[in-house]
């Protein structure tokens, strides 16, 4: 599978551009970028061509991998999807249910596969849990906190003007909710959404299981109070989200396999588009019940 990436940042810098060099069973075809000289920079890093023109590295590939703020993400991959290439995206899918609408009816379209890059649904000791988990069930209440320290250290994300606009609830939400949707079952609906310090946002959520769920998100959280955890209380007792030992470019390569299988077999990976625009669909939910509050 020939894969062309989109994007120049420090996400594609560190995760795909390493992940898709060194995958035996993929060929990192070229890069494309908004600012040209970042992508010959990036290109000329591993190696491969960098293009001037996104049209012409989607013609020349059979999927794209996208490392681009989702508004820009949302928009070339409907594209490179009504262009027959197959789609490895970030999260979140798109800013909107609209536009990230249009992105699952090009690949519906299309039939062309996609896989959403959730990192930790991509990571081993995490991916194993959430399955036990899903297959165990019973269970009555979660507990998901994801505390990010983006915007209270030197990191390399704090200068997204997207995450700045949307905050924790975009950037880390659908982490949380991709471990939680797939044990606890569909989110029926957003019960409360309120602000925390900051960014910080608190979500209540009521799953078609009978379990509820409380999600506390964040990317302004003191350094040492950053981390992720995530407690199930059940029929079977209390477990927690195990901690990864796997690194970002291990889980793309993960991801970069789902693809292949995908669009191999035809059969949709669980976190293909379709999901992905379910996750919109509830952090969109959850931002309307937060406006409504702060009106």
């Given at each position: 599978?020939?894969?062309?990436?989109?994007?120049t940042?420090?996400?594609?810098?560190?995760?795909?551009?390493?992940?898709?060099?060194?995958?035996?069973?993929?060929?990192?075809?070229?890069?494309?970028?908004?600012?040209?000289?970042?992508?010959?920079?990036?290109?000329?890093?591993?190696?491969?061509?960098?293009?001037?023109?996104?049209?012409?590295?989607?013609?020349?590939?059979?999927?794209?991998?996208?490392?681009?703020?989702?508004?820009?993400?949302?928009?070339?991959?409907?594209?490179?999807?009504?262009?027959?290439?197959?789609?490895?995206?970030?999260?979140?899918?798109?800013?909107?249910?609209?536009?990230?609408?249009?992105?699952v009816e090009?690949?519906?379209?299309?039939?062309?596969?996609?896989?959403?890059?959730?990192?930790?649904?991509?990571?081993?000791?995490?991916?194993?849990?959430i399955?036990?988990?899903?297959?165990?069930?019973?269970?009555?209440?979660?507990?998901?906190?994801?505390?990010?320290?983006?915007?209270?250290?030197?990191?390399?994300?704090a200068?997204?003007?997207?995450?700045?606009?949307?905050?924790?609830?975009?950037?880390?939400?659908?982490?949380?909710?991709?471990?939680?949707?797939?044990?606890?079952?569909?989110?029926?609906?957003?019960?409360?959404?309120?602000?925390?310090p900051?960014?910080?946002?608190?979500?209540?959520?009521?799953?078609?299981?009978?379990?509820?769920?409380t999600?506390?998100?964040?990317?302004?959280?003191?350094?040492?109070?950053?981390?992720?955890?995530?407690?199930?209380?059940?029929?079977?007792?209390?477990?927690?989200?195990?901690?990864a030992?796997?690194?970002?470019?291990?889980?793309?390569?993960?991801?970069?396999?789902a693809?292949?299988?995908?669009?191999?077999?035809?059969?949709?990976?669980?976190?293909?588009?379709?999901?992905?625009?379910?996750?919109?669909?509830?952090?969109?939910?959850?931002?309307?019940l937060?406006?409504?509050?702060?009106?």
């Open positions: 599978m020939r894969i062309g990436l989109l994007g940042g420090p996400w594609a810098r560190t995760a795909h551009a390493p992940a898709l060099s060194g995958h035996d069973g993929v060929e990192f075809a070229g890069v494309w970028g908004r600012r040209p000289e970042a992508a010959r920079e990036l290109a000329d890093q591993y190696g491969v061509r960098a293009y001037d023109d996104v049209d012409e590295l989607i013609a020349g590939v059979d999927a794209v991998a996208v490392a681009l703020p989702p508004e820009v993400q949302a928009d070339l991959a409907a594209r490179a999807a009504r262009a027959g290439r197959h789609l490895l995206l970030d999260k979140p899918l798109a800013p909107t249910v609209a536009e990230g609408r249009a992105v090009a690949v519906r379209e299309a039939g062309v596969a996609s896989v959403v890059f959730f990192t930790t649904r991509f990571q081993r000791e995490p991916r194993a849990w399955d036990e988990q899903a297959a165990a069930g019973g269970w009555f209440t979660a507990r998901a906190q994801w505390m990010g320290a983006v915007f209270t250290t030197d990191s390399p994300f200068a997204s003007p997207w995450r700045r606009e949307k905050g924790a609830l975009w950037d880390v939400g659908p982490h949380a909710l991709s471990v939680l949707l797939p044990v606890l079952g569909e989110a029926r609906r957003v019960t409360a959404a309120a602000r925390g900051r960014d910080t946002v608190h979500l209540v959520l009521d799953h078609e299981s009978g379990a509820s769920s999600l506390t998100l964040s990317l302004t959280a003191p350094p040492a109070a950053a981390g992720a955890t995530v407690e199930l209380r059940g029929t079977t007792g209390v477990t927690q989200l195990p901690t030992t796997e690194s970002p470019v291990d889980a793309l390569t993960h991801a970069a396999d693809l292949r299988t995908a669009a191999d077999t035809g059969t949709p990976h669980p976190c293909d588009a379709a999901f992905a625009l379910r996750v919109t669909e509830i952090l969109a939910e959850a931002e309307n937060l406006e409504e509050a702060s009106a």
